[in-house]
Structure formats: structure tokens, C-alpha cells
């Protein structure tokens, strides 16, 4: 992909982490970071996140979607593209079932692309102010396609997850999330890190280190890639962070 058709699809796919929507409505972030890739690919980049949140009285949705790439004069040396959305109803204050579907394309991973269905149970373990923990249990379809050997593989997959956020200050906050992803063909764990501070109005800063690794992968690649990223962001809907 040359420099000028991935700087478009950065654009499009502007960067974000999820802002609170509150009782009822939209909130979203948007911006671009600088990224540092290490594994299958050691590239430096620019990357690109949108992500955007809708609550109605029970429901909530959230919609997420990244790129990130980088190339030379000659060839691209790293390209990524995900989307996901993810539809939650709270049935009490503390349970919630939830529905997701998850795209990914890969160009220099050991897995080229992966698409997964899941539906589940959660719970609101922690509801803040301060510490928010949410767990998730699932069951999913996962269809995937090797990069290198082209070998496509359909199972089902088994889904734990939780996420973890401290609001430090007014100002700041901290958050960990974790996905493992299990099926007889493949185990894919996804490791999330952020630290993100407001720098002025709705406007912050985030630093991030993402792990992520497959039990199984193609001959002459490497199970694990991390990611880290700085990015630049701008909040609507609601106050960051």
C-alpha cells in the first residue's frame, strides 16, 4: 500500500478510547499516535483508532475501529486493520448479556485475518467512581486464514475477558484489559495497557503497550507481537478521560 493510500485510511480511521456517554447518548474519541511495532514486524508508524459509544437506558453500544502501518520507498512493511462492535444489555444493576463481532486483517502477522461471533454473560465486579471492573465469559465462531501457508481454519472458540480502569484524578486515569480467546486450532491472548491524561479541554494524551499472541502459528513466524503507541486524541460526547 503506498504512503498516500494508507495516510487516507488512517484518516478514516481516526484514533480512540471510549469515553463515559453517561445516562443516555453518544460519546466517542478520535485522533493519531505514533506506534512501535516489535515481533513479526519491528516498525516504526503512524496509527489510527475510532471508536464510538451509544447508551440507551439498558443498551449500549460500541463500535471500534484501527489501523496502523507503515512503509518504505519500495514496500509497506506493516499493516493492520481491525473493526468490532459490541452490543451489551444490563439486565440488573451488576449483569449484563452481550453480542460481538470482531474483523481483523493482518498483513505481516501469522494469522492474515481472523473474523469472531461471540455472545455472553458479564458483570460489573467494581461500578466506581474510582475503580470500574467489568469480567466477561463467552462462546463464539472464529474463521481465520494463515498468513505464509494461506490454511484456513473454522472452529468454535471459548471467551474469557475483563477490563479493569482506576481513575487516578479528575484528570487521568489508568485501564487494563485482557482477552483470551480459545478453540481447538488456535489460543489468542490480547493484552491491553493505557495511561491517558487530559492535556486541555477534550483533548489528551495516552500512552499504550498492547501484547498480543497465538498458541499456533505458521512455520518461520513468531507466536507473540507487542505494540506500543503514543497517541494525541480528541473526546465529544464527554469529558475526558
Request: aromatic fraction near 10%; proline fraction near 3%.
Amino acid at each position: 500500500m503506498s504512503r498516500c493510500k494508507f495516510a487516507v485510511a488512517l484518516l478514516c480511521l481516526s484514533p480512540v478510547a471510549w469515553a463515559d456517554a453517561g445516562p443516555n447518548g453518544w460519546a466517542g474519541e478520535a485522533g493519531l499516535g505514533y506506534l512501535a511495532s516489535n515481533g513479526n514486524t519491528k516498525t516504526s508508524s503512524l496509527n489510527a483508532k475510532f471508536a464510538l459509544n451509544y447508551v440507551q437506558d439498558q443498551w449500549k453500544n460500541a463500535f471500534l475501529a484501527t489501523a496502523f502501518g507503515a512503509s518504505d520507498r519500495n514496500a509497506a512493511t506493516g499493516e493492520r486493520y481491525t473493526a468490532s462492535d459490541k452490543v451489551d444489555y444490563n439486565f440488573t444493576d451488576h449483569d449484563y448479556a452481550f453480542a460481538s463481532v470482531e474483523y481483523e486483517k493482518d498483513l505481516f502477522g501469522p494469522i492474515g485475518q481472523r473474523t469472531v461471533e461471540a455472545v455472553g454473560y458479564g458483570r460489573h465486579v467494581l461500578t466506581g467512581p474510582v475503580h470500574v471492573l467489568d469480567a466477561e465469559v463467552g462462546v463464539g465462531a472464529r474463521q481465520s486464514i494463515a498468513n505464509v501457508t494461506d490454511e484456513r481454519e473454522n472452529d468454535g472458540v471459548a471467551r474469557l475477558g475483563g477490563k479493569y480502569t482506576w481513575k487516578i484524578s479528575p484528570t487521568s486515569a489508568f485501564s487494563q484489559a485482557l482477552k483470551v480467546e480459545t478453540g481447538s486450532s488456535n489460543t489468542y491472548t490480547e493484552s491491553v495497557t493505557e495511561l491517558k491524561f487530559n492535556v486541555v479541554g477534550n483533548i489528551f494524551a495516552s500512552a499504550s503497550y498492547t501484547l498480543r499472541n497465538n498458541s499456533h502459528v505458521p512455520p518461520g513466524t513468531g507466536r507473540t507481537d507487542t505494540i506500543t503507541a503514543l497517541n494525541l486524541s480528541y473526546t465529544f460526547g464527554a469529558k475526558a478521560p
